[in-house]
C-alpha cells in the first residue's frame, strides 16, 4: 500500500538552530515527491520537486534532498517567519498524489 | 496572475443536508484535484477532473461527488452530511495530469 510518513509530528527550534524534517515513503512507481509549506488557514504552497535519488533542491534557508526511501527537508538557521507546517508529497503512478500529515515547525525568536 | 480561487470560504450546515463547493483554477489549467484536510490527518485525496472527466477517485463514499465543467471550473457535492464530514476541502489545480499542484486556499465546511 502507497504510504508517507512525516517525523516528527512537531518540532520547536530556537532561531538559528538548524534541523531537518523526515519525509518516509514506499508506493510504487514514484514519479516525483514535492515538499509544500501549509500556513494556518490557508492551502499548501509549493516548494520544491525531486525525482530521483541524490537529486538536492535550496531555496532560501530550505534544502530537500531524495534518497529511494526517504527525503529530508533541512532548515539552516531558521527564522520565526519559516514557522508553518511542512507537508510532504509523493506522485505515484496513475498521477495520483499521497500526502504526509506533516511536521508543525515553529521557531521561536 | 489569479490564483485557485474557492468559494465559499466558510459553510456551516447541518447533518443530512447537502453542501456544493466551488472552484476555479489557474486561468490554462485544466486538471483539478479536490482534497480533504481533517483536524490532525493529512490531506486525503477525493477526486481528480481533467478535460471534464473525472480521472481517478479516493476512497469515500459516493455521496462524495462532483464535476467539471468546460471552462474547468469544478463542483464538489456532498450528499446526506454527516458530522465527520467537517474538514478544509482544498482545491488544486494543475497545467497538465500529473503536474505541480497548485492550491486554493480552502472551504471550511462544519457539519452541525
Known amino acids: 500500500e502507497d504510504q508517507v510518513t512525516q517525523s516528527p509530528e512537531a518540532l520547536r527550534l530556537q532561531e538559528g538552530e538548524s534541523s531537518s524534517l523526515n519525509c518516509s515513503y514506499t508506493v510504487s512507481g514514484l514519479r516525483g515527491l514535492f515538499w509544500y509549506r501549509q500556513d494556518p488557514g490557508k492551502g499548501p504552497e509549493f516548494l520544491f520537486t525531486l525525482y530521483s535519488a541524490g537529486e538536492e533542491k535550496e531555496k532560501e534557508r530550505l534544502k530537500a534532498t531524495l534518497t529511494k526511501k526517504e527525503s529530508f527537508l533541512h532548515i539552516t538557521a531558521p527564522k520565526p517567519e519559516d514557522s508553518a507546517t511542512y507537508l510532504c508529497a509523493v506522485q505515484a503512478a496513475g498521477n495520483q498524489f499521497y500526502f504526509g500529515t506533516g511536521t508543525s515547525l515553529t521557531v521561536i525568536p | ?112
Not at chain 2, 4 to 10: D, F, I, M, N, R
Request: hydrophobic fraction near 30%; include cysteine; aromatic fraction near 12%.
Open chain 2, 1 to 112: 496572475e489569479a490564483g485557485v480561487t474557492q468559494s465559499p470560504t466558510h459553510l456551516i450546515k447541518t447533518r443530512g443536508q447537502q453542501a456544493t463547493l466551488r472552484c476555479s483554477p489557474i486561468s490554462g489549467h485544466t486538471s483539478v484535484y479536490w482534497y480533504q484536510q481533517a483536524l490532525g490527518l493529512g490531506l486525503q485525496f477525493l477526486l481528480w477532473y481533467d478535460e471534464g472527466e473525472e480521472r481517478n477517485r479516493g476512497n469515500f463514499p459516493p455521496r462524495f461527488s462532483g464535476r467539471q465543467f468546460p471552462n474547468y471550473s469544478s463542483e464538489l457535492n456532498v450528499n446526506a452530511l454527516e458530522l465527520e464530514d467537517s474538514a478544509l476541502y482544498l482545491c488544486a489545480s494543475s497545467l497538465e495530469p500529473g503536474g505541480k499542484l497548485f492550491f486554493g486556499s480552502g472551504t471550511q465546511l462544519s457539519v452541525l
